[in-house]
């Protein structure tokens, strides 16, 4: 099943960059990179909802 990416560039480049995060050290709380990257690249509250739910369901 694919995942439906969102419009827009900031949260493009939000999930990119929480991805590389990530990947670097995978020891971090998702919420608290996902908080960085809504100040980082100025999010909706949806698009943060967004991102919790993709990092959510991608992670198991």
């Known amino acids: 099943m ?3 990416m969102p419009e827009g560039e900031n949260i493009q480049k939000a999930i990119k960059w929480i991805s590389a995060n990530l990947e ?8 608290m ?3 960085k990257a ?3 690249f100025d999010l909706s509250p949806k698009d943060t909802e967004f991102l919790m739910g993709f990092f959510r369901n991608h992670k198991k």
């Open 38 to 40: 809504v100040f980082k």
């Open 2 to 4: 694919a995942t439906v």
């Open 24 to 31: 670097e050290n995978s020891n971090q709380p998702i919420n």
């Open 33 to 35: 990179v996902i908080e």
